[in-house]
């Protein structure tokens, strides 16, 4: 074995594991945002008005620091290169990136990250879809029955999964990759572009 060889299988290695982490940093996001109730529970324990806001600020931040991380790393895995070297559920995982992408600019510019304004529980369904969305195709596709395991007990079910919806199966996983880049990644940058703007309008300079 070469040290191209090895150098490939280590790159396919971290961007696999980049992507699982950031399926399992978006559940931690949505579990962190549905206990907010929770926090504001555990305010009553903290007698300093400087704590109090400080546990505030931390309590939003964390999800909205999770829900970013979430997002670049599958932005960054919405790659057509990436996608045919890594097993991708596709369309599953580059939509679920999509909805945490609204997600999170709802929460930074439509007062989402608020729990007494509407946008909250917009911001909360749209990061519920995106991690239900993750879990089907992380469960059914990623990591769905191997080769070893449909030798010896074959199934039409997984096997059309697997060579239909995995970024890397040749030729129909490729193509569907092919198809959802074209589709996600221009939805993608509207949703950047529409978060710049709204940024822009909420900092305006002052006549």
């Known amino acids: 074995m070469n040290e191209h060889v090895i150098a490939k299988a280590l790159e396919i290695w971290t ?3 980049l992507l699982d982490v950031g399926i399992i940093l978006g559940m931690l996001a949505l579990g962190l945002a549905i206990i907010q109730n929770y926090y504001s529970a555990l305010q009553k324990y903290l007698t300093l008005r400087v704590s109090i806001e400080i546990w ?3 309590t939003v931040l964390i999800t909205d620091i999770l829900l970013t991380i979430t997002v670049i790393i599958g932005f960054l895995v919405l790659n057509p290169d990436i996608m045919a070297d890594i097993k991708v559920a ?3 995982t580059p939509l679920a990136t999509f909805l945490f992408a609204v997600a999170l600019m709802i929460r930074l510019f439509k007062g989402g990250h608020n729990l007494k304004n509407k946008n909250y529980n917009v911001a909360l369904w749209l990061m519920f ?11 059914l596709i990623m990591e769905a029955p191997g080769e070893e395991y449909l ?6 079910f997984w096997t ?21 880049f074209y589709i996600f990644f221009p939805a993608l940058l509207i949703v950047f572009i529409w978060g710049f703007f709204n940024f822009l309008n909420r900092h305006k300079p002052r006549a």
């Open 15 to 17: 961007l696999q594991s």
């Open 56 to 58: 505030e600020l931390f």
């Open 90 to 92: 596709v369309p599953f």
């Open 129 to 139: 879809a995106a991690n239900l969305i993750n879990v089907i195709g992380f469960s």
């Open 151 to 156: 030798s010896d007990h074959p199934s039409l």
């Open 160 to 180: 059309y999964l697997q060579t239909h919806f995995r970024s890397n199966a040749i030729p129909y996983g490729i193509e569907i990759a092919q198809i959802t």
